[in-house]
């Protein structure tokens, strides 16, 4: 997630650094969360550098642990990705998720608890995936795919889809007097959100402002740009999910 947030300035990662916490240090589980922090380094190109490790047994329960991390990144201030240049007609092109990434685990908790569903049911229309397997994949890190698209001077704007869906998260690269029109059939909308609404009885309005829906980034580009981008992308699924408008917020259609 940190490294997401950083590409969308156009930054490229350098380091990140780690901190964990644990009521008693368990050498198994600690060797498995590194060496996923390790990997998370590698496909975003940048150095583990160091961290924290605290045991606190009074705070923590046996078992239990804290993880938090923060990266690094440097951009030139001249190639900043501000949205500045966004305008009516641009196109928004989406990379897939994997899932709810690591955003709307309160809402989770709660239908979790108030449909009495186990981790451990299988989630409808997904094989033999679990409900906790779908909900602890591990989130997509976009930084080479978008980085090779910003140096080649192809993106207006990036929106991370984090934390208020793509009803917060989109409006706020563009300039004053623009909005998004997305297309919701445009992409393929994962089981585990479909399963969510239906459990938790939520309308989609608050879906769409709490989860990702199955885009965990969004590229603005020009139209011409654009079809470049999709007649190139080989074996990458990139989805065109909409456009710019005059207007605020976003509209789905």
């Given amino acids: 997630m940190s490294v997401n947030d950083i590409v969308t300035s156009g930054a490229k990662p350098l380091f990140f650094l780690d901190y964990f916490a644990t009521s008693e240090l368990d050498v198994d589980l600690a060797e498995q969360v590194i060496k996923g922090i390790v990997e998370g380094c590698k496909q975003s190109d940048c150095v583990l550098l160091g961290g924290e490790t605290a045991e606190m047994p009074g705070f923590y329960a046996k078992g239990e642990y804290d993880l938090s991390g923060f990266a690094v990144g440097i951009v030139k201030k ?22 709810v990434h690591s955003n709307g685990f309160s809402l989770v908790r709660r ?38 698209l910003v140096n080649a001077g192809k993106v207006k704007g990036l ?3 984090t934390g208020g869906g793509f009803t917060d998260n989109i409006p706020r690269i563009f300039p004053e007097g623009l909005g998004a029109s997305v297309d919701v ?12 609404k239906k459990m938790g009885n939520i309308n989609d309005q608050e879906m769409r402002r709490t989860f990702n829906m199955g885009i965990g980034m969004v590229i603005v580009t020009s139209p011409e740009w654009a079809e ?20 605020n917020g976003v509209n789905y259609c």
């Avoid at 501000?82 to 899932?99: A, M, N, Q, R």
């Avoid at 009495?116 to 976009?142: F, M, Q, R």
């Avoid at 059939?185 to 969510?196: A, E, M, N």
């Fill in 78 to 99: 001249s190639e900043v990705v501000d949205g500045k240049s966004i305008k009516e007609g641009d196109v928004l092109l989406g990379f897939p998720s994997s899932g």
């Fill in 111 to 148: 239908v979790l608890s108030d449909s009495g569903a186990s981790l451990n049911d299988k989630l409808p229309d997904s094989g033999d995936i679990t409900i906790g397997e779908a909900l602890l994949a591990p989130t997509v890190i976009y930084v080479k795919e978008v980085l090779e």
């Fill in 159 to 161: 929106a991370h889809i």
């Fill in 185 to 196: 059939t445009s992409w393929v909308v994962p089981p585990i959100f479909k399963w969510l």
């Fill in 228 to 247: 470049d981008i999709l007649s190139n992308k080989g074996t990458k699924i990139i989805y065109k999910i909409g456009q710019v408008v005059k207007g």
